[in-house]
């Protein structure tokens, strides 16, 4: 099964991923298509390990290590990929993320037009935290991209810290985090606040550092934009609260969650996005209470 081959026909088939998962004897080969993994045949243990081998290396990652998890990005063609490794009983595990070939504008999303109004005006008066949610495969990656250019032709000055730079977008200044150096998500949204700029985005809150960075930074009244992995707002404020983040600073710091998940249809898949507005921390509610005059659009 050749890499490139693969690569073509998930994005014929319109993967967001390939999956290759090693079991005894075989390697079973996995798209994404949607929320579930369609097989697509099996590797022989051999061959998986001189295709893992090829992709370590054109993603510039360390061959010969197997015990500890890898990230990294390459291309196969012009087809953007990003790598992630981990070790599991039979070897180590796989995951080929495929990105657009081409950049999508923010109204290639199919969102309505009010909505994105909203955002656009969101985005282009208020300080704070916008923060794109939704399950994996979603396409969140996609509108933080669009949002980013978007406000870029706006005339706005954007830079992007991200673990790595997943799609080069020109007139960005996109930073990535080398934490072998020690530019982790401190350094580098520190460095970008000296940078005056009027946008921050932060590809993804994956960790307690980066939560924390980011939140503390917004209260500077700077704004930031970053994707998480969670529910709509609820599901945000409590993803915050696991990795570390105070309720009532993420109350203070969020000012607008775009919770999205993407619909299959006959004509293809079409976006379903829906806007949340956190409510205003009053004193002496519980966070239910609060949570439940949350403003829905």
């Keep these: 099964m ?12 319109g993967a967001s991923d390939i ?85 999508l504008a923010a109204e290639e999303l199919g969102f309505r037009p009010e909505d994105l109004a909203r955002i656009r005006r969101h985005l282009r008066d208020s300080g704070g935290v916008t923060l794109i949610c939704g399950e994996t495969g979603m396409g969140k990656s996609t509108t933080l991209y669009a949002l980013l250019m978007m406000l870029r032709d706006a005339g706005l000055k954007v830079i992007s810290v991200e673990d790595p730079v997943e799609q080069e977008i020109p007139g960005i200044i996109q930073s990535p985090i080398l934490e072998a150096v020690g530019f982790g998500y401190d350094e580098a949204i520190f460095a970008a606040l000296r940078q005056d700029p009027d946008v921050i985005a932060i590809g993804e809150i994956r960790n307690p550092v980066t939560a ?53 249809t006959e004509g293809g898949k079409h976006l379903e996005a829906e806007l949340e507005y956190p409510p205003e921390t009053v004193s002496g509610e519980s966070t239910e209470e609060t949570l439940e005059r949350t403003v829905l659009l």
């Design 19 to 103: 999956h290759f998962v090693p079991q005894e004897g075989e390697v079973p080969v996995y798209f994404r298509l949607g929320s579930k993994l369609q097989p697509q045949g099996r590797l022989a243990p051999g061959a998986y390990q001189v295709l893992l081998q090829q992709v370590k290396a054109l993603a510039q990652l360390n061959i010969s290590e197997r015990r500890l998890p890898q990230d990294g990005m390459l291309k196969v063609g012009a087809l953007p990929l990003r790598v992630s490794t981990i070790r599991c009983l039979q070897g180590e595990s796989l995951v080929l993320r495929l990105f657009q070939r081409n950049l």
């Design 2 to 13: 050749d890499l490139e081959e693969l690569v073509l026909e998930g994005r014929r088939r």
């Design 212 to 264: 924390k960075a980011l939140i503390r930074a917004s209260l500077t009244g700077h704004r930031f934009i970053s994707t998480l992995h969670a529910q709509g707002l609820p599901g945000a404020l409590r993803r915050l609260e696991d990795l570390g983040v105070s309720p009532v600073l993420a109350r203070e710091a969020l000012t607008l969650v775009i919770g999205q998940k993407l619909i299959s």
